[in-house]
């Protein structure tokens, strides 16, 4: 099936340092997620964006991150600067629409120390 | 505040039994509900759905159960299989924003041979 890839698959990082999580959804898909996922507990929505802007964000999204697609290349979602709570997995997603099925990829496990 | 809650982290079954996995919620403005299954390093993929419409939906093997009355679901899972062993998620959202998902934390299956 349709596949959203994630580079890289982990990343660790020094306390205080930007970090960039990269994602290549799938193609012809127009919405784009990122949600969160802390070891042990559930996933959680981080945002979504749609024709080049944040349609909705939860609380997690703090004022640190940002995300961006230029130009239709890699959805990315940047911290900056990252703290020991960023450590996670990250998920991103895609779909085509609204109202339709929403494909995930495998994680971005992110290591801050 | 959990708004979507497995019952059980885990569980564990022989072959071919029926295995049953359970899910309530707290917002009565969820109306679709999904239900992803994670092998270990792979991203959730899309098992079957249900909308509060209905109170059954079957796909196979798999059967979601579905009381709007009292708020849960559950996902069966006849003749199970070493294969179905997994990660499954139980998920809610607003039918007109699936956007933003609420995850339960998991259920662990485990099938026995």
């Known amino acids: 099936g349709p596949k959203v890839l994630q580079i890289p698959s982990h990343q660790i990082i020094d306390m205080g340092q930007m970090v960039t999580l990269n994602c290549d959804p799938v193609?012809?898909?127009?919405?784009f997620y990122w949600y969160k996922q802390i070891l042990g507990q559930q996933m959680e929505f981080l945002v979504n964006?749609?024709?080049?802007?944040?349609?909705?964000k939860s609380k997690l999204f703090k004022d640190q991150f940002s995300v961006e697609r230029p130009d239709g290349s890699y959805f990315t979602l940047k911290i900056q600067p990252t703290a020991l709570e960023d450590s996670a997995v990250y998920f991103c997603?895609?779909?085509?629409?609204?109202?339709?099925?929403?494909?995930f990829g495998k994680g971005t496990r992110l290591t801050v120390v | 505040q959990q708004q979507v809650r497995q019952s059980s982290q885990s569980l564990t079954v022989w072959e071919g039994e029926t295995a049953i996995l359970n899910c309530s919620y707290e917002?009565?403005?969820?109306?679709?509900f999904p239900w992803y299954q994670q092998f270990p390093g792979e991203g959730p993929a899309l098992l079957i759905a249900?909308?509060?419409?209905?109170d059954k939906k079957e796909d196979g093997r798999f059967t979601i159960f579905f009381n709007k009355r009292e708020k849960n679901l559950s996902l069966h899972i006849k003749d199970s299989q070493p294969g179905d062993s997994a990660t499954y998620f139980c998920?809610?959202?607003?039918?007109?924003?699936?956007?933003?998902?609420?995850f339960g934390a998991g259920t662990r299956l485990k099938v026995i041979a």
């Open positions: 997603a895609s779909s085509p629409g609204q109202n339709t099925e929403v494909f």
């Open positions: 917002n009565s403005a969820f109306d679709y």
């Open positions: 249900i909308r509060s419409v209905s």
């Open positions: 998920a809610a959202s607003p039918y007109t924003g699936n956007y933003k998902y609420v």
């Open positions: 964006f749609y024709n080049g802007k944040v349609m909705e």
């Open positions: 193609s012809n898909h127009l919405y």
